[in-house]
T-cell receptor, first 117, second 116 residues
Framework: NAGVTQTPKFRILKIGQSMTLQCTQD?????MYWYRQDPGMGLKLIYY???????DKGEVPNGYNVSRSTTEDFPLRLELAAPSQTSVYFC????????????????FGPGTRLTVT | AQSVTQLGSHVSVSEGALVLLRCNYS??????LFWYVQYPNQGLQLLLK??????LVKGINGFEAEFKKSETSFHLTKPSAHMSDAAEYFC??????????????FGKGTKLSVKP
């Protein structure tokens, strides 16, 4: 199993350009998440999805959009790239969130390093 | 709102020395608690977690953490550091009663260096 895969690994964008960060998981997980990691700031949740067709905002959703048409894929779209979106982006998945007092582990992809200049 | 504080953005220890990485959370209700490790240019990997039961939790690679409700802390320790432990460590919490999404709130991270 590949687990959680992300493409591309690196990308440089010019201000105002758009792009889609791809995330795919092969574990049949219902829940998927997008985080951004800025130096010295930890990870912050951008969007999450609890199943195909269902998405919701996290802590820092402005400037991003997501869709979840299949269980496997959870792409993150940047419509008008800004320097403030320079970051490392991580996708994660888990079978469920919490259920019956059990917290299900999130499995992380290797990340996409994005620079906007 | 939940928050997580990790004391020390950088910690340096000698090989064989005790590793102690500090984490405090703010919540009136004890949340679920986690430690993740991130090796250079890789994603995050779960080290250990506390959800319920025994307050001393053992994880992978010889790490353990103790949940102390009275101190709202969840410090990570390892008795003897190894060179391969050099990485960035993140403490995270998830609201126990805030819904079933399993959203994590991360601390800012502590970079651990191990000197030979």
């Amino acid at each position: 199993n590949a687990g959680v895969t992300q493409t591309p690994k690196f990308r440089i964008l010019k201000i105002g350009q758009s792009m889609t960060l791809q995330c795919t998981q092969d574990m049949n997980h219902n829940y998927m998440y997008w985080y951004r990691q800025d130096p010295g700031m930890g990870l912050k949740l951008i969007y999450y999805s609890v199943g195909a067709g269902i998405t919701d905002k996290g802590e820092v959703p402005n400037g991003y959009n997501v869709s979840r048409s299949t269980t496997e894929d959870f792409p993150l779209r940047l419509e008008l790239a800004a320097p403030s979106q320079t970051s490392v982006y991580f996708c994660a998945s888990s079978p469920l969130g919490t259920s019956g007092g059990v917290f299900y582990e999130q499995y992380f992809g290797p990340g996409t390093r994005l620079t906007v200049t | 709102a939940q928050s997580v504080t990790q004391l020390g953005s950088h910690v340096s220890v000698s090989e064989g020395a005790l590793v102690l990485l500090r984490c405090n959370y703010s919540s009136s209700v004890p949340p679920y608690l986690f430690w993740y490790v991130q090796y250079p240019n890789q994603g995050l990997q779960l080290l250990l977690k506390y959800t319920t039961g025994a307050t001393l939790v053992k994880g992978i690679n010889g790490f353990e953490a103790e949940f102390k409700k009275s101190e709202t802390s969840f410090h990570l320790t390892k008795p003897s550091a190894h060179m391969s432990d050099a990485a960035e460590y993140f403490c995270a919490v998830s609201d126990r009663y805030g819904g079933s999404q399993g959203n994590l709130i991360f601390g800012k991270g502590t970079k651990l260096s191990v000197k030979p």
